[in-house]
Every structure is written in C-alpha cells, then in structure tokens.
C-alpha cells in the first residue's frame, strides 16, 4: 500500500518558520514530480509548490514565493517545505502529493495520484 506522511506541521506566530516533510511508503517517487499544495477552511485546494523529479524544475505560488522552499531528497525518497515569514493567511491544511507517471510534470491538483492526510499550519498575529 502506497502512503504519503506528512509531519511538521504546527502553530506558529507570524513571521516564523515551520518545515514540513513528507515520507513516501510503499514505493519510491525519485522519478515522479511531487508537490505541495494546501487547503484553507472554506476555500478550495491550492497548488503551493512543485518540483520536478529531479529537482531542477520548481514552481511557486504567487502568495509564496521568497518565502517557502520545495526540495526532495531522492537518495531519501523525502520531499520537504521550509516554510518562513509565516503570515495568518498561510493557515491551511497541507497535504503532500506524488504524480503516478514517470518524468512527467503539472501543476494541477487531479494530475497528482496520491496524497498525503495533510498537516495542519496555524499562524497567529
């Protein structure tokens, strides 16, 4: 059974940091895009960063960039979110999440197969 773990997450004040990690169980995701999106109370599920199965390819979200980092692990099979200068709208269940292709790319949340339960972030001001 394939499982994604997220951890890391907390309650932090504004203008903090908070790194999240994913562990991947199952099977290894070292040739597969990975992601993290999040999703706020009432609010749909946003894209928050992506990287590429190598890594050499990244994207943002407009709200994040400058602030968070994406990274992965592959000798690891880990992918990671540093998380800084937190701001309160940054409050949002985040999940993890793995494209099933090989070598492929999106940013879009129905390209991902598998998730992660997702972590909860609370930032206070």
């Known amino acids: 059974q394939v499982k994604l773990v997220e951890s890391g997450g907390g309650m932090v004040q504004a203008g903090g940091s908070l790194r999240l990690s994913c562990a991947p169980s199952g099977r290894a995701f070292i040739n597969n895009a990975m992601a993290w999106f999040r999703q706020a109370p009432g609010k749909e599920r946003e894209l928050v960063a992506v990287?590429?199965?190598?890594?050499?390819?990244?994207e943002y979200a407009d709200s994040v960039k400058g602030r968070f980092t994406i990274s992965r692990d592959n000798a690891q099979n880990m992918l990671y979110l540093q998380m800084d200068s937190l701001k309160p709208e940054d409050t949002a269940v985040y999940f993890c999440?793995?494209?099933?292709?090989?070598?492929?790319?999106?940013?879009?949340?129905?390209?991902?197969?598998?998730w992660g339960q997702g972590t909860q972030v609370t930032v206070f001001s």
């Open positions: 990287i590429s199965w190598r890594g050499r390819t990244i």
């Open positions: 999440a793995a494209e099933d292709n090989l070598f492929t790319w999106s940013t879009t949340a129905a390209d991902f197969d598998y």
